[in-house]
């Protein structure tokens, strides 16, 4: 698809919610017919792992539907780390989970702002076992109704989180060509990740992999 095909096309974000004692009790259950093996090994992401880190947010958004923009140690190094939880794989990063609990005045709830697996790695169920921990950090913080966007053309994050009973709830349309004007973060295209550290698909990001 060339830019000038890409004016005035909007895309949209799927605006999901679950229980939190739903999505443990679904990913339990996953889990229950099969021991995590010990090989699996979730935790938080800690300051040493950001250059991994980066090697694998990268490699697994390069293996997904999603709008995308790399990053690098610079802008790892702005992010928050609470509550970004790793899984290794023989002692090496094969997927993560990044969860925010906000804050409103009368409210509190939380987010999965990200969510990666190595491809190599997919379907055996370490997408499953950081649900899990992240559901157990959410119940942990009082948090009872977790959200999360997900991309309308990533069928596969869709399954995951509708397997953790997640159902759609509302969409934030994005317009995959952005002017300066546009520039704001809540219509931009990205995971929060991505619109935390300012990252922008397009345009003014050489790099960034089409949509
Ligand atoms: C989405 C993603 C995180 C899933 O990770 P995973 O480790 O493969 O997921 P699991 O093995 O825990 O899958 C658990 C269940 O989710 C569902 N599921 C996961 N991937 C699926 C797929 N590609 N197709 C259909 N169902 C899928 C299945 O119900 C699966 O259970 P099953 O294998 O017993 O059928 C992974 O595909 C990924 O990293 N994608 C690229 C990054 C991305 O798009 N992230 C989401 C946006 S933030």
Redesign the pocket.
Known sequence: MSESDLDGVTRSYLIMKAEAKVALDLAEE?WDSKTIPNYIHVRKLVHDDLESFVDLYNR??L????PFCPINLEQAKKLDTEGIFVAELWGKLS?FIACFVEKEEDSVYGEIT????L?S?????????L?KRASKYFLDAGVEEVY?E??EE????Q??IM?YGFEQVGTREVDVQITPEQDTSADLPG?KIMRRLGLRPRPGCEKCRDI
């Open positions: 996953w697994c958004f293996a997904s539907p999603d997927g990200g969510i990666g697996v491809p790695r997919r379907r055996k169920g370490i997408a499953t076992a649900i999360c997900v991309y990533n069928t596969p994050s399954m995951l397997a995971g």
